[in-house]
């Protein structure tokens, strides 16, 4: 019994010796794993250090070169950006001084359109009212006026400007290119008036007419009536009979005008004060060469002053005072005349008190027959001039005292 051990007694020991093979194997199986582990881990790590670390430094390199490259490229971009951005800045300023400059042109045009005043085409009959301001049209229109004035002017505080504009008319004797019916505060610029019978006619108060040219009218190129009327810059022609009326005005003047007549067989005056008084004919010239000659200026009222003109007469008298008018100056004219027994002034013996100094005469003759005429002593530096054998002839040959009243 002793011999023979029994399996089931043996069974332990047996057991405990597996056990601890295989726990020793483990363990052998442990260490090796980790040593191999361990090694292959240095490898590894020497690995990386001999390949992988060079390029992963050029990898590093390269990343900070990309880094930088894109950080250039970002500040380029954002350069780039500013730029847009300034470039939109400028663009969307300019777009706004665009805008602006439209907004500006669109209230300049408005501006524009606000001031911008339509022409109006002159027709047959044209009446204009009070309050009126009327731009005509430049252009030549055939307006015949017989009965009905070619254009009339019926309110006050009228404003007409004709620039550019002629009226032509049929030569109706009595026929009115422009009709002023007692206006009050008128101004009429730049209108051109032919072959009516009167280019301007009728009366009124403040009348300003500026810059008119008038030819060809079959009675006067102007008559007008009342008081501060003023005819300037005016050029008138070739009248059938007087150029230049002022008919019972007061206070009126005619400045700077040309009246020029070479119509043969005409007698006319080319500026002319009928009645009325404190009337001015100042800078004006008068030229005249026709057979039967033409005055330069016909004064029949009182208390006028004709002033620096020019006048060159071809025949007849070159200035005529009429019975009754008295108290009137000529001073500063020049008077030129073609003939010797031509008159350069005629005084008739009514013609009382009037003046005359600082005057220059060309030929001809100063007809003095008035008792009381004022000529100044030709040595006065005030007194007139008798040139190319003009001569004075009349009661007050050795002349006289210039009047303080009327010296410059």
């Known amino acids: ?53 060079p390029p992963a430094d050029d990898d590093s390199h390269q990343s900070d070169d990309d880094l930088d490259d894109d950080s250039v490229d970002d500040d380029a971009s954002d350069d780039d950006a500013d730029d847009d ?40 009959g044209m009446t204009l009212q009070t309050g009126d301001a009327v731009l005509l049209c430049p252009g030549t229109y055939e307006i015949p006026a017989g009965a009905t004035p070619a254009i009339t002017v019926a309110g ?20 009115d290119g422009l009709r002023i019916d007692d206006a009050v505060d008128l101004l009429v610029e730049g209108l051109a008036l032919t072959n009516y019978g009167y280019g ?48 019972d005005c007061t206070s009126c003047t005619i400045h700077n005008c040309h009246s020029e007549n070479t119509r043969a067989n005409v007698i006319e005056s080319n500026f002319a004060i009928i009645d009325g008084g404190y009337n001015t004919i100042e800078g004006c010239s008068v030229y005249t060469r026709n057979e039967l000659g033409c005055n330069a200026y016909w ?15 071809g025949y007849k008298d070159a200035s005529h005072l009429f019975d009754g008018a008295s108290r009137n100056l000529f001073v500063g004219n020049t008077f030129h005349l073609a003939q010797s027994w031509q008159f350069s002034v005629v005084i008739p013996p009514t013609a009382l008190n009037n003046e005359f100094y600082g005057n220059t005469f060309y030929v001809g003759i100063l007809d003095d027959q008035a008792p009381n005429s004022d000529f100044c002593d030709e040595t006065n530096d005030l007194g007139n001039t008798y040139l190319d054998g003009a001569i004075y002839q009349g009661p007050d040959v050795n002349g006289g005292t210039c009047p303080v009243r009327f010296a410059f």
């Open 299 to 313: 004064i029949s009222g009182s208390d006028n002053i004709i002033r620096d003109n020019q006048s060159d007469t």
């Open 85 to 124: 951005l300034d470039d939109d800045s400028v663009d969307d300023d300019s777009s706004d001084d665009d805008a602006d400059d439209d907004l500006d042109d669109d209230a300049s045009d408005d501006d524009a359109d606000d001031d911008t005043v339509d022409c109006i085409e002159p027709y047959p």
């Open 1 to 53: 019994m002793n011999a023979v051990t029994s399996p089931r007694m043996m069974r332990p020991g047996w057991l405990a010796a597996f056990y601890l093979l295989a726990v020793s194997l483990i363990f052998v199986l442990l260490l090796g794993c980790g040593g191999s582990g361990n090694g292959s881990a240095r490898g590894s790590s020497t690995d990386a250090d001999d390949d992988v670390q």
């Open 200 to 247: 301007v006619d009728g009366s009124g108060d403040t009348i300003t007419l500026r810059g008119l040219t008038i030819t060809d009218s079959r009675q006067n190129h102007v008559q007008l009536g009342g008081q501060g009327v003023v005819i300037e810059n005016g050029s008138f022609h070739d009248s059938y009979n007087t150029g230049v009326v002022l008919q």
């Open 156 to 175: 006050d505080h009228v404003t007409l400007s004709a620039e550019g504009v002629t009226l032509v008319g049929d030569g109706t004797d009595f026929s």
